[in-house]
């Protein structure tokens, strides 16, 4: 077996700062400023470690809970999975607590990128899975 942890977090982290700097700082930067909810000078190291510390966090569960994590069915089960608490933590909690111009506005451009992240991420953990040839698992429960 070769690093299947390093591998897993990659396979969270590339994708999600890649996709969260261009849908949040250029490709939609123009709604989030209308939106009025994000600050103007954003704090890159802020973002980066958080999304640092959620893919070590996917990456110690994924193979746990998720039955043949080399499987693109076992990432996507996963992926729906975790884009739901995901979303409830970075849609819901943000659009009660936060002032905006447009609540509905912000949570449809928000379950859009939670869909996007997830859909990439659930395949690509899948395949950090099989690179790293990880054993068959079932919920909690390790191979004697």
């Known amino acids: ?20 700097y261009v849908w ?31 893919g070590c966090v996917f990456a110690a569960v994924y193979p746990r809970l998720v039955d043949r994590p080399s499987t693109l069915s076992g990432g996507l089960r996963f992926a729906a999975g975790a884009a739901l608490l995901s979303w409830t933590f970075t849609t819901l909690a943000v659009a009660a607590k936060h002032p905006m111009t447009s609540v509905s506005g912000f949570v449809g451009i928000e379950t859009a990128f ?31």
Not at 33 to 51: A, E, H, K, Q, T
């Open 1 to 20: 077996m070769r690093r299947p942890f390093p591998l897993a977090v990659l396979a969270y982290l590339v994708p999600t700062f890649i996709l969260g």
């Open 24 to 54: 949040h700082l250029k490709l939609f930067a123009g709604y989030y400023r209308d939106l009025g909810i994000y600050r103007p000078d954003v704090i890159i190291p802020f973002g980066f470690g958080s999304m640092l510390l959620q």
């Open 114 to 144: 939670t869909l996007v992240q997830f859909g990439l991420v659930g395949p690509l953990l899948a395949l950090s899975a099989r690179a790293a040839g990880e054993p068959r698992r079932t919920a909690f429960v390790q191979a004697a």
